[in-house]
């Protein structure tokens, strides 16, 4: 696998469901992001981690829920989403060590609630 | 507040050359990216800006004004491959992308 991955590609929750969604880098990076990309709007940085630890919460809902257990890992647990959470969530990493850093995404993936 | 604006959508002609535009404000700037997106895909990576001017790569070019906070995407001899949505992004002062909503460019045969 090289690059950025993403699992699964497509979930479909009802809104008293539990599920995770799992980002894998492979580029040795150092920063990971999770973000989300609702049509016609600009995406909303979520949770930025660096070397493992969070750096940025913007806001998030309490029902989702990031976990970074190495600097190659992240995870977005989610509980008790609302219809309006529905949206492409796309995972990045980057090298942060200087301000030419060009983020390296994952393919998302399509989460609709129900 | 900060804030990127781009068009929401554009047309072009098959072997035309196209002018994608970005006006950003931000708290602090320490560059300007552009990024290409399918639908269905993830956005990659094309161009950075951080000194005023113009960055050419192959078929595309990017132009920088600081002082105008102004960026535009040039794209030339367009191919019917280049229909995607083109993200231009600004890094603030704490080395945050701060995202435009992204212009769909509609390329017609």
């Known amino acids: 696998e090289t690059g950025v991955t993403q699992t699964p590609r497509h979930l479909v929750m009802g809104m008293t469901n539990k599920k995770s969604l799992k980002c894998e880098q492979h580029?040795?990076?150092?920063?990971m992001y999770w973000y989300k990309q609702s049509a016609k709007k600009p995406l909303e940085l979520m949770f930025v981690?660096?070397?493992?630890?969070?750096?940025e919460n913007n806001s998030v809902p309490s029902r989702f829920s990031p976990e970074c257990p190495n600097s190659s890992h992240l995870f977005l647990h989610l509980h008790t989403l609302q219809p309006e959470d529905s949206a492409l969530y796309l995972c990045?990493?980057?090298?942060?060590?200087?301000?030419?850093?060009?983020?390296?995404f994952g393919p998302g993936t399509r989460l609709t609630v129900l | 507040g900060q804030n990127i604006d781009q068009p929401t959508e554009m047309t072009a002609t098959e072997g035309a050359i196209v002018q994608i535009n970005c006006t950003y404000q931000?708290?602090?700037?320490?560059?300007l990216f552009w990024y290409q997106q399918h639908a269905g895909e993830a956005p990659t990576f094309l161009s950075y800006?951080?000194l005023d001017g113009l960055e050419e790569k192959g078929r595309f070019s990017s132009f920088l004004s600081r002082s105008k906070g102004y960026s535009y995407l040039l794209l030339k001899e367009l191919q019917m491959k280049d229909s995607a949505s083109y993200l231009c992004?600004?890094?603030?002062?704490?080395?945050?992308?701060?995202w435009g909503a992204g212009t769909k460019l509609i390329i017609k045969p």
């Open positions: 580029l040795g990076h150092n920063a």
């Open positions: 992004a600004a890094k603030d002062s704490n080395y945050q992308l701060i």
């Open positions: 800006n951080v």
């Open positions: 981690y660096n070397f493992k630890e969070q750096t």
């Open positions: 931000t708290s602090g700037f320490n560059g």
């Open positions: 990045a990493s980057s090298q942060e060590d200087s301000s030419y850093t060009e983020q390296f």
